[in-house]
């Protein structure tokens, strides 16, 4: 350093305001730090494999008799449309609330465990900042989780079985274009739920600094509620549980389509994503950052 | 508007920083004006990386202000900490990403140009060669030199490193020395944490000593050697009687035997006083020299014997007191 220390020019000093940057940028950068992590690709690759290895095992014992399980599962082998509905319906429960709080248990607290929140923080951006990019960072996340795992789903379905109509929960046949739509469409309304699992899970990723207690927390918490559901004499809260949330995208596959449960899901889960992520911000306002 | 009129790059007013039962931080006051390297000085624990987090807005002070340039980070955020730069214990960033990606980070957040200035800061510290190389792989040299790019990419006023020398081999000490002296010469205002005590002596012009979260002595430096008291050593013909007549002689202070003749502490008018004894003695001075105390002995004897020095310290500064020197209390 010596000699270039000596002759290079450092930046001078200046007292003019520097252009302080947008949320926007933090949140592109916080995705890119997203995409230089292989634990990222870890949850992306379990719902991609699973919809894969589901089709591919379908194919191998090409099983035409399982009528008895969904509506969705008899006609597996009839269309390939049936496929991302019913993996939907498999990984909604555990995996895809695993994958997204793989990342929202993990923002924060990672960045504790690294030391580089002092790094960031005492840069030109407000912790507000800091925490919205981030915020939004992990539901971009499990948005890409879902989205990707139900492309491939159907990409998967169609080319082992065909891009033809199916039936929905009602009876009813739907034409293969609307019932694509309809898949993504109950992809997207799943994402209610699933965007309180991931406000859960930074507030634990926030409050907890841990990546793995906030991890296996949000996933615990999913757990518990389940449990909860099953445990007689307690019908009368099933309704406002957020596991129970889960299956809201339902009514969209029903003819007419029900929307009572999507609107229900959508109230219930904002009780439970709300005060999550408010009490992250806060939290994240206010702590003192002396790790590291 | 002139410099002594623009608010000093870090005002401290009773910052106090207690967690449950410890009390990290208690009381302190800073000045740090514009154009100072300035030493803060203490022994591990004693509260300055707690502080500098206090000052850079990582942790919330229990009571007490802190503002850099006139400006309160824990009310005014990042905006506060426009024209400062720098880091608290060991610079961090992220292992899986290559430094220059890393710099490239912080130039986002930071705004404005920094990323024009990425190739510069990376000459600068000489990590240029290694810039495409992840930081997971860096020593810690490397990454001390990559917290200074960092740092230099805001164009920073205030520069505030906590032991930027800690880890670093001989050379890169040397290095990372003449990099914040030229730094200071540049017009860039130093605030340096350090417990390397050849470090501050040979950068900072202006010091605050810390212990057990109290500022002990906060001026500058020259001065606090001056308080340290004017030391003198002989060596006489008979060393063991030389002792006796010094202890004798008014004015005459702190007379110790040492390995090679008899420390002492005095004015210089009882020095010549103590000559005149000592011929009448009959004893033949060899050696009467003044030493100067280091920075390290005063180092010690603040931290560690309160009652002597500090309290004599106190003193002076009660009967001088000046808008440039504070020594605080310690009771």
Redesign the interface.
């Known amino acids: 350093m010596s000699t270039v220390a000596a002759s290079a020019h450092a930046p001078a000093a200046r007292a003019t305001r520097p252009r302080r940057p947008s949320t926007a940028t933090v949140y592109r950068w916080e995705l890119r730090k997203l995409v230089s992590q292989k634990r990222t690709y870890l949850g992306l690759g379990l719902v991609v494999i699973l919809p894969l290895f589901f089709v591919i095992f379908q194919n191998v014992h090409q099983r035409h008799d399982r009528g008895g399980d969904n509506i969705f599962a008899a006609q597996i082998t009839q269309s390939g449309l049936a496929t991302p509905v019913l993996m939907l319906l498999f990984l909604s429960v555990f995996m895809l609330p695993l994958a997204a709080a793989l990342v929202a248990g993990d923002v924060v607290a990672a960045e504790d465990g690294n030391g580089t929140l002092k790094t960031i923080l005492t840069r030109s951006v407000n912790r507000g900042q800091v925490f919205a990019a981030k915020a939004l960072a992990a539901v971009t996340y499990a948005t890409l989780a879902v989205f990707l795992s139900a492309a491939v789903a159907t990409v998967a379905g169609i080319a082992s079985w065909g891009f033809l109509s199916v039936r929905t929960f009602s009876g009813t046949i739907v034409s293969a274009p609307e019932a694509l739509l309809l898949v993504f469409a109950a992809n997207a309304i799943y994402l209610i739920p699933l965007m309180a699992v991931v406000a859960i899970g930074v507030l634990l990723s926030t409050a907890t600094r841990n990546s793995a207690a906030a991890v296996v927390g949000t996933v615990g918490f999913v757990i518990l509620l389940f449990i909860v559901a099953q445990i007689p004499g307690l019908e009368g809260i099933k309704p406002y549980l957020l596991t129970e949330q889960f299956e809201n995208w339902h009514g969209l596959l029903r003819t007419p389509t029900d929307w009572a449960p999507i609107a229900h899901s959508a109230w219930v889960c904002a009780l439970y994503g709300v005060p999550a992520l408010f009490a992250a911000y806060l939290v994240f306002l206010r702590r003192d950052v002396a790790g590291g | 508007m002139s410099d002594a009129a623009l608010p000093p790059p870090v005002k401290a007013r009773g910052l106090v920083k207690r967690y449950k039962e410890v009390l990290a931080v208690d009381h302190i006051d800073l000045n740090v004006r514009a154009g100072d390297v300035y030493g803060f000085l203490g022994p591990n624990g004693a509260g300055k990386t707690?502080t500098l987090?206090m000052a850079?807005?990582?942790?919330?002070p229990t009571e007490g202000t802190v503002e850099l340039f006139g400006r309160d980070p824990m009310r005014q955020?990042?905006?506060a900490?426009?024209?400062?730069?720098?880091?608290?214990?060991?610079?961090?960033?992220?292992?899986?990403?290559t430094g220059r990606?890393n710099l490239e980070?912080?130039a986002?957040?930071?705004?404005?140009d920094?990323s024009t200035?990425i190739d510069?800061?990376l000459?600068?510290?000489?990590l240029a060669p290694r810039g495409g190389h992840r930081v997971g792989g860096y020593s810690h040299g490397m990454r001390q030199?990559l917290g200074i790019a960092?740092a230099?990419?805001?164009?920073?006023?205030l520069l505030v490193l906590d032991e930027p020398a800690t880890g670093l081999d001989p050379?890169?000490m040397?290095?990372?020395r003449?990099?914040i002296r030229?730094?200071a010469d540049?017009?860039?205002t130093v605030l340096l944490s350090s417990h390397q005590l050849p470090e501050v002596q040979e950068l900072c012009d202006r010091v605050a000593i810390v212990d057990s979260g109290r500022v002990v002595y906060e001026g500058a430096l020259s001065d606090l050697r001056r308080q340290g008291g004017a030391g003198y050593r002989l060596r006489s013909t008979d060393d063991k009687r030389a002792l006796e007549v010094l202890r004798a002689q008014p004015g005459i202070e702190h007379a110790l035997a040492e390995e090679h003749g008899v420390g002492f502490q005095a004015e210089e008018s009882a020095v010549a006083e103590l000559s005149l004894a000592l011929g009448r003695a009959g004893i033949g001075i060899l050696v009467l020299a003044p030493e100067l105390a280091t920075l390290e002995d005063l180092f010690f004897r603040l931290t560690e014997d309160r009652d002597g020095f500090g309290s004599s310290t106190r003193e002076a500064a009660e009967e001088s007191p000046s808008d440039t020197e504070r020594l605080v209390s310690t009771q």
Request: hydrophobic share 45%; proline share 5%; glycine share 12%.
């Open positions: 707690t987090r850079l807005g990582l942790i919330t955020g990042a905006r900490l426009e024209g400062v730069a720098g880091f608290v214990e060991a610079p961090r960033f992220y292992p899986y990403l990606k980070l912080l986002a957040l930071d705004g404005d920094a200035r510069e800061v000459d600068v510290v000489e030199r960092s230099l990419l805001r164009r920073p006023r050379a890169g040397r290095d990372m003449r990099l030229r730094l540049e017009g860039i």
